[in-house]
């Protein structure tokens, strides 16, 4: 998938080459929020502030969303200047939402791209509607699951009808590495 990065954080790429990467600090949920979990923070106990505080500053939201990427390996990140912050997902790297309100309904990423083009769906191990894209795996929002034409013989999605598939292990049977764009 080719992003273009902001401006500053390849700068800060090219000045810094060498800075290493961090993980466990950001989280992905369900619905498409990201986490901050503050591992330094005094007192810090796992089971309590382990799932993070949602970031509300949409400008931080917005940058996380322009400089999210997947590795080689399908592990996903967010270049942060020249830091890679890995992200632990919840389900996808993408949560969809459904616009009815455009032409033939659209599907949107919880960054705000287009999906244009939908290659499998699956019923994932808790009811969940996943899917594979052209930007890679995803998930229906749970609340956008009623605006789909969804029923016995599947669903119907970006113009195009699917029979659902079992997915016990998302992992397994969604591609989580970088894949090309089509457009």
């Given amino acids: 998938m080719q992003v273009d990065l902001d401006p500053s954080v390849l700068d800060a790429m090219r000045r810094w080459p060498n800075v290493p990467a961090v993980y ?4 992905l949920d369900r619905r498409g929020i990201w986490h901050l979990v503050d591992r330094s923070a005094a007192e810090f ?6 799932r993070g505080d949602p970031i509300r500053n949409r400008q931080i939201v917005a ?3 322009r400089n999210y990427l997947a590795a080689d390996d399908g592990a996903w990140y967010w270049q942060n200047g ?3 912050v ?3 997902l919840d389900l996808t790297p993408w949560i969809l939402r459904v616009r009815s309100d455009l032409d033939g309904g659209q599907l949107l990423t919880h960054t705000g791209l287009p999906i244009a083009r939908v290659d499998a769906a699956f019923e994932g191990p808790a009811g969940e509607l996943l899917v594979q894209t052209e930007l890679g795996p995803a998930a229906i929002h749970d609340l956008d699951l009623g605006a789909l034409e969804l029923d016995e013989s599947g669903v119907l999605l970006v ?3 699917f029979a659902l598939q079992r997915c016990d292990d998302p992992a397994t049977a969604l591609d989580f590495r970088p894949r090309p764009r089509s457009d």
């Fill in 159 to 161: 113009g195009r009808r």
């Fill in 63 to 65: 940058f996380i969303g």
């Fill in 24 to 27: 466990g600090w950001l989280r």
């Fill in 45 to 50: 106990d796992e089971d309590r502030h382990g």
């Fill in 86 to 88: 890995f992200v632990d």
């Fill in 82 to 84: 020249p830091q890679r």
